[in-house]
């Protein structure tokens, strides 16, 4: 437990580390919104880049991962869905964000993170895989069926457009099609470059956690138990579950990668839920159960280490 401890402790000194310089006044809003943008827009596109050039592109697209992770996703997301949906009568667009908040792990700012202290250099692989079904599926999924249910009078096909668009500008995806290129191509690139491609994507990790402390001031958590516990309850326990599932029951798995996508799967939802929510008229809710989310996974993730370990999957 020491040993699991040693690994999600320094974690969340580095969220709290986030928190408190915000609470303090040292860094504004503002400042901090900085320091996320360099971490989207630089350190994980480099991540990305570094993760798929550094080995064989076979090596790297597994199908049989790709599938695993996005049925356990898929699965959870739909039946956060039907849960609003059906046993609890609520709107379209409500279902499908708090559908959104149990399927769509934070894998940039606190997955990977995790992950690579507990699995070492595979975990940047698994994030442009993770990012894959996240970006592609099940955000243009939720957003689609809000758009859908609500009564901002956007068609539905406008929504698509609009998505396909912001996808297009995702810095994560366009550093995961570089290194498609670059892989594919044989192209090497050039020392000095990739040096500084390499000190970019060591520094995603720390700076995502500091980012993720500093989005957590501010937030409240009031008269939303029920919505709230659902969605953190969804993304923190069943989704990590219903992917272990998958994973467990899907041939030529290596039991890293399995590891790597629980422990992806156990993260707290996405960094920007709380906009999408926002958008839809459920920023408190989304804000909330974020924050909630966030400060559980301590206890959760560990947890999740330590039983992995106890099954085997896992050694220290």
């Given at each position: 437990m020491l040993a699991i401890l040693s690994i999600t402790t320094p974690i969340f000194v580095l969220i709290g580390l986030g928190y408190a310089v915000r609470w303090s006044g040292i860094i504004q809003r503002e400042q901090m919104q900085g320091v996320g943008v360099f971490v989207m827009y630089c350190a994980l596109p480099a991540l990305v880049i570094r993760a798929l050039t550094q080995q064989p592109l076979e090596e790297i697209f597994k199908?049989?991962?790709?599938?695993?992770?996005?049925?356990?996703?898929?699965?959870?997301?739909?039946?956060?869905?039907?849960?609003?949906?059906?046993?609890?009568?609520?709107?379209?667009?409500?279902?499908?964000?708090?559908?959104?908040?149990?399927?769509?792990?934070?894998?940039?700012?606190?997955?990977?993170?995790?992950?690579?202290?507990?699995?070492?250099?595979?975990?940047?692989?698994?994030?442009?895989?993770?990012?894959?079904?996240?970006?592609?599926?099940?955000?243009?999924?939720?957003?689609?069926?809000?758009?859908?249910?609500?009564?901002?009078?956007?068609?539905?096909?406008?929504?698509?457009?609009?998505?396909?668009?912001?996808?297009?500008?995702?810095?994560?995806?366009?550093?995961?099609l570089v290194g498609i290129c670059l892989a594919v191509t044989g192209i090497q690139i050039p020392t000095p470059l990739f040096k500084a491609i390499d000190m970019l994507a060591e520094a995603a990790g720390p700076a995502a956690l500091f980012v993720i402390g500093g989005a957590l001031f501010g937030l409240q958590v009031k008269g939303?138990?029920?919505?709230?516990?659902?969605?953190?309850?969804?993304?923190?326990?069943?989704?990590?579950?219903?992917?272990?599932?998958?994973?467990?029951?899907?041939?030529?798995?290596?039991?890293?990668?399995?590891?790597?996508?629980v422990l992806f799967a156990a993260s707290p939802m996405i960094s920007i839920y709380p906009l999408f929510g926002q958008r839809y008229g459920l920023g408190g809710i989304s804000a909330a159960a974020m924050l909630v989310a966030t400060v559980a996974s301590f206890f959760t993730l560990s947890l999740?280490?330590?039983?992995?370990?106890?099954?085997?999957?896992?050694?220290?």
């Open positions: 199908l049989n991962y790709l599938i695993a992770y996005g049925l356990g996703s898929i699965f959870i997301f739909s039946a956060g869905l039907l849960l609003c949906l059906k046993r609890q009568h609520q709107p379209l667009h409500t279902s499908a964000m708090q559908a959104l908040g149990m399927a769509a792990a934070n894998s940039g700012f606190v997955g990977y993170p995790v992950a690579v202290m507990v699995i070492g250099s595979p975990a940047a692989v698994l994030l442009a895989l993770n990012m894959i079904i996240e970006t592609l599926i099940i955000i243009p999924m939720a957003l689609i069926l809000a758009e859908m249910g609500s009564h901002q009078g956007s068609s539905v096909w406008k929504t698509v457009k609009q998505t396909a668009l912001s996808l297009i500008k995702n810095p994560v995806l366009v550093g995961l939303m138990a029920r919505d709230v516990g659902q969605i953190v309850v969804g993304k923190l326990l069943i989704h990590p579950l219903i992917v272990f599932i998958t994973f467990y029951l899907m041939p030529g798995i290596d039991p890293l990668y399995m590891v790597g996508a999740t280490i330590w039983l992995m370990t106890i099954a085997g999957f896992l050694t220290f």
